[in-house]
């Protein structure tokens, strides 16, 4: 299972980027898939997740600016984001909580990260 972040770029503060997170390979299921971030010397957090049921999660400091979208049928997840400030800086890594097939566990996997600078 491979997942594959794209969208990142530079961008000035109170514009917009849209992120994308595509799922590949054995997949039967899968459970949580969303967005994390992190800063330089920061740790990294949530920014916005599909929870099992379909309910999202969102940090505090998005919400209202970026949402989360996904399309199931190909396994990929969409980040918008508005309004972009300084502070969203960072490189963005798209999360996965899922099944492969022909395993009988749920288990967690990372892209490799995309980079968001905000800046003017």
């Known amino acids: 299972v491979q997942l594959q972040a794209s969208g990142g770029g530079l961008v000035q503060p109170g514009g917009s980027l849209r992120l994308s997170c595509a799922a590949s390979?054995?997949?039967?299921?899968?459970?949580?898939m969303g967005w994390y971030r992190r800063a330089p010397g920061k740790q990294r957090e949530l920014v916005a997740v599909?929870?099992?049921?379909?309910?999202?999660n969102y940090a505090a400091s998005v919400k209202g600016r970026f949402t989360i979208s996904r399309d199931n049928a190909k396994n990929m997840v969409y980040l918008q984001m508005n309004s972009l400030k300084p502070d969203d800086t960072a490189v963005y890594y798209c999360?996965?909580?899922?099944?492969?097939?022909?395993?009988?566990?749920?288990?967690?996997?990372w892209g490799q990260g995309t980079q968001v600078t905000v800046s003017s």
């Open positions: 599909f929870i099992s049921g379909g309910s999202t």
């Open positions: 999360n996965a909580f899922l099944r492969e097939a022909g395993s009988s566990v749920y288990d967690g996997y």
């Open positions: 390979g054995s997949i039967f299921s899968i459970n949580r």
